[in-house]
């Protein structure tokens, strides 16, 4: 049997500056205790060091998420920080200053955009984070650093949601409460991409926004009760759970028999299974996966315009507090991101 010769690989993309040794200490901002927003401290902490097959990445920018304000208050994710100072924050784009070995993919010098491994390292609200590799992509060339940095967390998330769970394709119908949110944006345009028929619930300043990301139907959760308008739905994806208006239990009186709900703030509704089974529908929660496989097959949408990331807002990394409170608020249109470093 013959063999056919391997192709070489393609050159890495790279930034056009060299790299140089990193620091070792850095500008990271902290939490020490769980408190409000201004528990947010600037601090000078030491550069991580990568081992095996970690990269070690320069950040320029890096996503705010809810999932950061709830953890810096002392839920979310508090319980798994084992070492404080904490610096939080899972998304991040940014340039590889090392590489495991010397003829790895990602390259010092190459553009890429992933998630950090927070609680059990250190997180991205600082100058460097350390993240395994295969847990980052190349970053799409048709996006700058800042608006990369509020894909991965985001988009993951909206991926597993409605590609792997969902199994979204031609004629579904799919309800996704937030939609005008950081997960909530990405899903639609996931889910309409897919070919499903799309329903959201948003604001209705965001009703034509999100009718041009692709949702058929736009509901105002304001002046209108969607299971009034809306039945015989094949997916429910909850981004906001019995915490509000019990949306949680109203969502399961819209699903077809043996719909699918997927509820991801499971913390407001403990008792959804049990809920689901009563009605005869089937329930799941879902937590995201850091991965990088899907991360470079979103990179690709994002680079042919199939996709499209909103950033509403950009602070500076020691405008962080500040973030924090607005995420807070609730009413973000896409994502909010913090500019760390130059490019």
């Given at each position: 049997?013959?063999f056919?010769?391997?192709?070489?690989?393609?050159?890495?993309?790279?930034?056009?500056?060299?790299?140089?040794?990193?620091?070792?200490?850095?500008?990271?901002?902290?939490?020490e205790?769980?408190?409000?927003?201004?528990?947010?401290r600037?601090?000078?902490?030491?550069?991580?060091?990568?081992?095996?097959s970690?990269?070690?990445?320069r950040?320029?920018?890096?996503?705010?998420?809810?999932?950061?304000?709830?953890?810096?208050?002392?839920?979310?994710?508090?319980g798994?920080?084992?070492?404080?100072?904490a610096?939080?924050?899972?998304?991040?784009?940014?340039?590889?200053?090392?590489?495991p070995?010397?003829?790895?993919?990602?390259?010092?010098?190459?553009?890429?955009?992933?998630?950090?491994?927070?609680?059990?390292?250190?997180?991205?609200?600082?100058?460097?984070?350390?993240?395994?590799s295969?847990?980052?992509?190349?970053?799409?060339?048709?996006?700058?650093?800042?608006?990369?940095?509020?894909?991965?967390?985001?988009?993951?998330?909206?991926?597993?949601?409605?590609?792997?769970?969902?199994?979204?394709?031609?004629?579904?119908?799919?309800?996704?409460?937030?939609?005008?949110?950081?997960?909530?944006?990405?899903?639609?345009?996931?889910?309409a991409y897919?070919?499903?028929?799309?329903?959201?619930?948003?604001?209705?300043?965001?009703?034509?926004?999100?009718?041009?990301?692709?949702?058929?139907?736009?509901?105002?959760?304001?002046?209108?009760?969607?299971?009034?308008?809306?039945?015989?739905?094949?997916?429910?994806?909850?981004?906001?759970?019995?915490?509000?208006?019990?949306t949680?239990?109203?969502?399961?009186?819209?699903?077809?028999?043996?719909?699918?709900?997927?509820?991801?703030?499971?913390?407001?509704?403990?008792?959804?299974?049990?809920?689901?089974?009563?009605?005869?529908?089937?329930?799941?929660?879902?937590?995201?996966?850091?991965?990088?496989?899907?991360?470079?097959?979103?990179?690709?949408?994002?680079?042919?315009g199939?996709?499209?990331?909103?950033?509403?807002?950009?602070?500076?990394?020691?405008?962080v507090a500040?973030?924090?409170?607005?995420?807070?608020?609730?009413h973000?249109?896409?994502?909010?991101?913090?500019?760390v470093?130059?490019?």
């Open positions: 049997m013959r056919r010769p391997l192709r070489s690989a393609p050159a890495p993309v790279t930034d056009d500056g060299a790299v140089t040794d990193p620091p070792d200490r850095m500008r990271a901002m902290v939490v205790t769980p408190g409000d927003a201004e528990a947010l600037a601090a000078s902490v030491p550069v991580p060091s990568p081992v095996m970690e990269l070690l990445v950040v320029i920018a890096a996503g705010v998420n809810p999932i950061d304000a709830k953890t810096r208050g002392g839920r979310g994710v508090w798994g920080v084992d070492h404080r100072p610096v939080l924050g899972y998304d991040f784009s940014g340039v590889v200053v090392k590489s070995y010397e003829a790895h993919p990602l390259a010092p010098g190459t553009p890429v955009f992933g998630m950090a491994p927070f609680p059990r390292s250190g997180g991205t609200y600082a100058e460097y984070t350390v993240v395994p295969l847990s980052v992509a190349r970053k799409p060339q048709a996006l700058s650093h800042v608006e990369a940095a509020g894909v991965p967390l985001a988009a993951l998330t909206a991926w597993g949601l409605v590609v792997e769970t969902a199994h979204a394709h031609e004629g579904q119908r799919i309800l996704i409460h937030a939609g005008s949110g950081g997960v909530g944006h990405f899903a639609v345009q996931f889910a897919f070919g499903a028929h799309v329903t959201a619930t948003a604001s209705g300043r965001n009703a034509a926004w999100l009718r041009e990301l692709g949702a058929a139907v736009v509901i105002d959760y304001t002046t209108t009760r969607f299971d009034e308008v809306v039945a015989e739905v094949d997916v429910v994806i909850d981004l906001v759970g019995n915490v509000d208006g019990d949680g239990t109203r969502s399961l009186r819209v699903l077809r028999p043996g719909g699918l709900y997927i509820v991801v703030p499971t913390g407001s509704w403990p008792g959804y299974a049990e809920a689901a089974a009563a009605v005869g529908a089937r329930a799941t929660s879902f937590k995201v996966t850091p991965d990088g496989g899907a991360l470079a097959t979103i990179a690709r949408l994002l680079d042919s199939s996709v499209q990331v909103y950033v509403d807002a950009v602070f500076d990394l020691s405008d500040a973030a924090h409170r607005r995420i807070e608020e609730g973000t249109r896409g994502k909010l991101v913090l500019r470093s130059d490019d």
